[in-house]
């Protein structure tokens, strides 16, 4: 069964730092470009990061430019978001999902096909 599973959400005051994990099992994840996906209250879905699965390319909203990191260990099954310098806006619930192939990131969210259940971040003084 294929299954991503996020963690290391949590509330931090504004500049602090978070680290999410996704992690991935039930298939070969070295195949798959992985996105960060966010929702925040009222709005819509916004895809933050990705990163490719054939050359490691990454991507970047420019909402978080120069803030966030994405990564991966292909031998551990996992894609890390370092966030840094966290401000109010990015409070959401967020989401790692993944997409099969030699995707160039951005990858439209429509081609996402297995998704977490996402993990509450909170970023308040």
């Known amino acids: 069964q294929l299954q991503l599973v996020e963690s290391g959400g949590g509330l931090v005051q504004p500049g602090g730092s978070l680290r999410l994990s996704c992690a991935a099992s039930?298939?070969?994840?070295?195949?798959?470009?992985i996105g960060w996906i966010r929702q925040a209250p009222g709005k819509e879905r916004e895809g933050v990061s990705c990163i490719s699965s054939s050359d490691g390319s990454t991507y970047y909203a420019d909402s978080v430019k120069g803030r966030f990191t994405i990564s991966r260990d292909n031998a551990k099954n996992t894609v890390y978001l370092q966030m840094n310098s966290l401000k109010l806006e990015d409070t959401a619930v967020y989401y790692c999902?993944?997409?099969?192939?030699?995707?160039?990131?951005?990858?439209?969210?429509?081609?996402?096909?297995?998704w977490g259940q996402g993990t509450q971040v909170t970023v308040s003084s």
């Open positions: 999902a993944a997409t099969y192939g030699s995707w160039n990131c951005p990858v439209p969210l429509k081609y996402f096909g297995v």
């Open positions: 039930g298939f070969t994840f070295d195949y798959y470009a």
